[in-house]
């Protein structure tokens, strides 16, 4: 029998991504399960809907801080995805920075999806930088997640139009639109160890 991939997921949000890609598990298009769910926002939607899966779902206290998680909760994240035995770590809508210790327990088995074409508009509402800037196309990025902000390997892209009458409503929800599909794909490549990454570099490993 197959032995697949097992992915923990971090999200704070509503979990539209964790949706996708639970979906993208369930009808195998990626090889893999997900295994745990984990929220530092108490009652985020993202926790519901990995339960409508059968997904464990926890909530963990992040800690002090505000933007980071501080040492204790940094540890007790660690120990709940290693008991989960998870193989990678996707960050859905996680609005955490994560670094050091976590990093270093998930070496280049971290990913993340940014919904701008990094390396613009790295950071908060990236859709309302964009609008704000008056690009006439953004997108989402699928990247490896390093020390900096939104910095890491690019995995995967897909571009977006701005149109002239856009909000930044209607653009978020374009560019969701997109990384539902985004995800799932470069989640799949990554699982199936189809990424070579030399440096910030990265490609499709030939098959
Ligand atoms: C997404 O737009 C993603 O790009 C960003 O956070 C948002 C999460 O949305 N990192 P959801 O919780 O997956 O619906």
């Known amino acids: 029998m197959e032995i697949k991939a097992r992915i923990g997921i971090l999200g704070s949000g509503k979990g539209s991504n964790m949706f996708a890609l639970a979906e993208a598990c369930h009808q195998g298009v990626i090889r893999a399960e997900i295994a745990q769910v984990v929220s530092d926002v108490e009652n985020a939607g993202i926790l519901d809907r990995a339960k409508d899966f059968d997904i464990p779902a926890t909530y963990l206290s992040p800690g002090a801080f505000r933007t980071k998680l501080d040492e204790d909760a940094e540890l ?108 799932p794909a470069a989640v799949g490549l990554a699982v199936e160890g189809r990424l070579e990454v030399r440096g910030r570099l990265c490609s499709k490993a030939a098959i």
Not at 135 to 157: E, N, P, R, S, W
Request: with cysteine.
């Open 76 to 183: 007790n994240y660690i120990r709940l995805f290693r008991e989960a035995k998870v193989d990678w770590i996707v960050l859905a809508g996680f609005m955490r920075i994560l670094k050091g210790d976590f990093l270093k327990a998930f070496p280049n088995r971290v990913i993340n999806i940014h919904p701008s074409l990094l390396p613009s508009f790295p950071g908060l509402e990236a859709w309302k930088q964009a609008l704000e800037y008056g690009v006439k196309y953004t997108g989402c990025t699928v990247h490896f997640v390093d020390q900096g902000i939104d910095t890491g390997a690019i995995i995967l892209q897909e571009t977006v139009p701005v149109m002239d009458d856009d909000t930044p409503q209607r653009l978020h929800a374009r560019i969701q639109d997109a990384e539902h599909h985004l995800y």
